[in-house]
């Protein structure tokens, strides 16, 4: 009898089921279709579909818009979401017309329906709240991107602006994002022109964060920018409490290293963690809070950082190093003919530029000495002799030695003064704060918690490659940041379930990382890695019949994962 040829088809699941059961318990999928209706018959795929897509590509490996369809043509189409066949239609001009959709819609009621559930859904702690910004840097003019109305809406201003990605050549939009101190979980993010201020963003942030919270007392931290009178004032009228660092050279700042010259502060430890490097001693952090309030009335809490005290010192020496070097380079170009200032307005502007070059103007000074230099040439061509006559000449030349308080000094003994004042302060710096009842440990803690904010902003810029070049419009760009949004809430979640079932657990980490070395911290990118290869096999006979279906077999390590963030293994065998 002849064999039946049978054909093996392999589609892969890869993290996708992970990602879909916490999409599911998030609730962005009814979310998607309460606010994208499907109201045109022409549509071949329904635009939460789409957009739903879309986040699922961000949290699994980002590719851009236009190669979204060969990313999820290997994938089992039922894990997008979508019917045999379906996946043909995630082109690029589909997609783009579908974040035309999403821009349309309602999205800060979106949003807020989205976040809301969440918080209920996993017990989110609101009472701290973290703020920062970040810029969203695109290429190209984008010349009709100045903030112009779509369909009676806002969109955002693509502009030159303060590039915190040091590309001041290239526009850019403004990101704003608020965690929570619960696991760093978003909570909110608005889009801003590309030159708007950090100092003018929060306190419409601040009222937005009021309003989804739906009480003012939770604490809202944020960097320096916040440090100001007026959005102190706004958040403290209001019922608010925040806490903030002050920027360098504020009276209050100014006052304390003064007062700091002649007074020994009353520290009291905060915080003690172990070395970076075996051997080295623990990091230390003391607080003392200050005699006088800020100028606002507020308290100023003043930490003092063991760690920060080296690597001030360090910076410093460094930029005098640079300082002395910059002088040294100017003297050399006074003393080349080529190259010589001929006034002492130049030589003087030379230098203080190279100095503030060096970041080395505070320390390093410079004294400017003039001389004249006599030469002697004959009136008239030929042999000269005892009737010859010479006509004298005179040039000013410039020379520059490293000076401090306009007093000429060596090399080995600049900057004696300001640096022992400095180094009195090395290592400090002031928070401040409304609330009269947060100890200072509390206050630094909830400051040290800032960096898990930048951590969030950090995949805009890296894995989940922001790539708006590749849209045409502002707010296309706008839609797909939701998108970039509902991706990084995705994958928060996912790290806080994990790290807090380890944390009850007991578990110190799990192997992880390569060689099966141990993990404390999963990130959510390494914790999706390891499902990378998963994939189902089914065998198909010559009538396309499915004969049998291969369901992927889990390792240990992948059923550990699981059952951590408390997904049963079923949702691999589901067809």
């Not at 004032?233 to 304390?256: A, K, L, M, Q, Y």
């Not at 040294?328 to 170009?333: F, H, I, S």
């Amino acid at each position: 009898m002849p064999v039946e040829p049978f054909t093996l088809r392999s589609q892969r699941l890869g993290c996708l089921p992970i990602v879909n059961f916490l999409l599911d318990r998030m609730g962005v999928a009814e979310k998607l279709q309460d606010y994208l209706l499907t109201d045109d018959p022409r549509l071949r795929l329904a635009p939460a579909t789409v957009i739903a897509t879309v986040v699922r590509n961000i949290v699994a490996g980002h590719r851009p818009v236009y190669a979204l369809g060969e990313w999820a043509a290997p994938y089992d189409p039922t894990v997008l979401g979508l019917a045999p066949g379906e996946v043909e239609l995630l082109n690029d001009d589909r997609v783009g017309r579908t974040l035309d959709r999403l821009f349309d819609a309602d999205r800060a009621s979106l949003i807020t329906a989205t976040v809301l559930g969440v918080i209920r859904a996993f017990d989110i702690d609101t009472s701290g709240l973290h703020n920062d910004s970040t810029t969203v840097t695109v290429t190209g003019n984008y010349p009709d991107a100045g903030g112009r109305d779509r369909g009676g809406k806002a969109t955002a201003a693509i502009r030159h602006g303060h590039n915190k990605d040091h590309r001041p050549d290239l526009k850019q939009l403004l990101f704003i994002l608020t965690i929570s101190a619960d696991g760093a979980v978003p909570i909110a993010y608005r889009v801003a022109d590309g030159n708007t201020p950090d100092d003018l963003t929060h306190i419409p942030t601040w009222d937005e964060l009021r309003a989804l919270v739906g009480e003012p007392g939770f604490l809202y931290v944020a960097d320096s920018k916040l440090c100001s009178q007026e959005a102190m004032r706004h958040i403290s009228s209001h019922g608010g409490r925040f806490v903030t660092i002050v920027p360098h050279g504020r009276s209050e700042d100014t006052w304390f290293r003064n007062w700091a010259q002649t007074h020994a502060p009353d520290w009291i430890q905060a915080r003690r963690a172990p070395a970076a490097r075996a051997g080295d001693p623990d990091r230390i952090w003391r607080t003392f809070q200050a005699p006088a309030p800020s100028t606002d009335g507020y308290r100023v809490i003043w930490v003092h950082s063991s760690g920060k005290a080296a690597r001030d010192a360090a910076a410093r020496a460094a930029r005098i190093e640079a300082g002395l070097a910059a002088i040294e380079a100017v003297a050399l170009r006074l003393a080349s003919p080529k190259t010589r200032l001929k006034t002492h307005v130049a030589a003087e502007a030379a230098a203080a530029t190279a100095l503030q070059s060096a970041g080395a103007t505070r320390w390093v000074g410079f004294t400017i000495t003039e001389t004249l230099e006599a030469s002697h040439r004959q009136e008239k061509r030929g042999r000269p002799g005892a009737d010859t006559r010479y006509r004298r000449t005179e040039k000013t030349i410039f020379t520059i030695t490293a000076a401090i308080n306009a007093e000429k000094v060596s090399y080995a003994a600049i900057n004696a003064e300001k640096v022992s004042y400095d180094a009195v302060t090395d290592d400090c710096f002031p928070l401040v704060t409304n609330d009269p009842t947060m100890t200072g440990a509390e206050v630094l803690g909830a400051y040290h918690y800032q960096p898990n904010l930048e951590r969030r902003n950090h995949p805009l810029k890296g894995p989940q490659a922001v790539a708006p070049v590749y849209l045409e419009t502002a707010h296309r760009i706008e839609a797909l940041l939701t998108c970039h949004f509902l991706a990084m809430l995705t994958k928060a979640l996912l790290e806080r379930e994990i790290r807090t079932s380890m944390k009850t657990s007991g578990l110190a980490g799990i192997p992880l990382y390569p060689e099966l070395r141990n993990c404390p911290a999963p990130s959510a990118p390494r914790i999706l890695e390891i499902f990378d290869d998963l994939a189902r096999h089914q065998l198909i006979n010559a009538d396309d019949d499915i004969v049998q279906t291969f369901q992927p077999q889990l390792s240990d390590l992948q059923q550990q994962v699981l059952d951590l963030l408390h997904i049963p293994a079923s949702i691999y065998n589901q067809t």
